[in-house]
T-cell receptor
Framework: GEDVEQSLFLSVREGDSSVINCTYTDSSSTYLYWYKQEPGAGLQLLTYIFSNMDMKQDQRLTVLLNKKDKHLSLRIADTQTGDSAIYFCAESLFGNTPLVFGKGTRLSVIA | DAGVIQSPRHEVTEMGQEVTLRCKPISGHNSLFWYRQTMMRGLELLIYFNNNVPIDDSGMPEDRFSAKMPNASFSTLKIQPSEPRDSAVYFC????????????FGPGTRLTVT
């Protein structure tokens, strides 16, 4: 079945880069997503990548995909205190099919 | 655009009572999803609709849960009777479909059943 794994916690210093990792099992996943959740809030879509891509960059965010190893990462450059949140990795077959989420990685940014 | 709208934002009810959660998707979106978030199980799909038609309800925990989408701009998730283990945050999300691959989430409804 589908499964998405993430480490639960990450702590970084302000100004450093953060790298959040994710592995997934469903090789037929076509789209892979990163969502951000702040306390008491909904999920904010940060970025997504098609499975036929290796990398996608969007301002401070860089997504790397290793399809062979089914490994996805999100790099946040120049991490700020406002980046403190839970980050969810998710996969789906198509854009209008359900997302399968990891448990989320709690990022703490130390000033 | 106002985004996905959910109501109420918070609901506290007693065990055995009926609970109705509401969702208004983003205008023009063809797909609507209901997810539940708990500490133990994380985010899980309950049910989703394409063009107002339920496609997959295999995530609905029990017959106590039901969902409807009477039109393109409104959906409800009903729990009757509610139980303490239903306490969770319930999210609604919508997606444009038609080759556009983002899902946009509402702020969620935090349900507490005592």
């Amino acid at each position: 079945g589908e499964d998405v794994e993430q480490s639960l916690f990450l702590s970084v210093r302000e100004g450093d880069s953060s790298v959040i990792n994710c592995t997934y099992t469903d090789s037929s996943s076509t789209y892979l997503y990163w969502y951000k959740q702040e306390p008491g809030a909904g999920l904010q879509l940060l970025t997504y990548i098609f499975s036929n891509m290796d990398m996608k960059q969007d301002q401070r965010l860089t997504v790397l995909l290793n399809k062979k190893d089914k490994h996805l990462s999100l790099r946040i450059a120049d991490t700020q205190t406002g980046d403190s949140a839970i980050y969810f990795c998710a996969e789906s077959l198509f854009g209008n099919t359900p997302l399968v989420f990891g448990k989320g990685t709690r990022l703490s940014v130390i000033a | 655009d106002a985004g996905v709208i959910q109501s109420p934002r918070h609901e506290v009810t007693e065990m055995g009572q009926e609970v109705t959660l509401r969702c208004k998707p983003i205008s023009g979106h063809n797909s609507l999803f209901w997810y539940r978030q708990t500490m133990m199980r994380g985010l899980e799909l309950l049910i989703y609709f394409n063009n107002n038609v339920p496609i997959d309800d295999s995530g609905m925990p029990e017959d106590r849960f039901s969902a409807k989408m009477p039109n393109a701009s409104f959906s409800t998730l009903k729990i009757q009777p509610s139980e303490p283990r239903d306490s969770a945050v319930y999210f609604c999300a919508s997606s444009p479909g038609q080759g556009v691959h983002e899902q946009y989430f509402g702020p969620g409804t935090r349900l507490t059943v005592t």
